[in-house]
């Protein structure tokens, strides 16, 4: 049976522009832009560890966060489970702490550039408010 992970993901939205990493070349689905965030770790809510993958990777302090969207998905190696924060504040300068590239997008950027296959349905959704 297909190894299940749980991920925590945020979309960080200011001003109608939306802050993406892209992921390094050799990882799981590298090379496609996603939401910053990564595994949950035993013992931890969905939230804290969303607001300590943002330290990691980001150095940013995620300070307001509410669900968005909830899904899982197969992948051939393995199973995600993905939950999708919207961050509307944090604290701190956003930089790419493990060499990402880290950029600020408007929503219609956003929808043209190349994500994870799972990500299909936030993506959506994403269209389809405001
Ligand atoms: N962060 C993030 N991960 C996503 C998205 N869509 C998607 O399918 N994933 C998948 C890719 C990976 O298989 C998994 C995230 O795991 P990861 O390996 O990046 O986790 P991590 O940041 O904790 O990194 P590490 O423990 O391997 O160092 O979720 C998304 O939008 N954002
Ligand atoms: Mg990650």
Redesign the pocket.
């Known amino acids: 049976m297909n190894k299940t ?1 749980r ?1 925590a ?1 945020a979309i960080i939205e200011r001003d109608g522009q939306f802050l993406l ?1 892209k ?1 390094l070349d050799h ?3 590298g090379g496609k832009w ?6 949950i770790e035993a013992g931890e809510t969905v939230e804290q560890a969303l607001t300590r ?1 943002l330290q990691e ?1 980001l150095n940013i302090t995620a300070t307001s966060q509410s669900q968005f969207e909830q899904l899982t ?1 197969d ?1 051939p190696e ?1 199973t ?1 489970e ?1 939950h ?1 924060q919207w961050v509307s504040e944090f604290k701190g300068e956003a930089e790419g702490v493990e060499g990402q590239e880290v950029k600020w997008f408007s929503k219609t950027e956003l929808l043209q550039l190349p ?5 299909v349905p ?1 993506l959506e959704k994403l269209k389809s408010i405001e």
């Open positions: 992970i991920v993901a990493s992921r990882l799981h689905q996603e939401f910053p965030g990564g595994k993958e990777e998905f992948y393995k995600v993905l999708f994500f994870p296959d799972a990500n936030v």
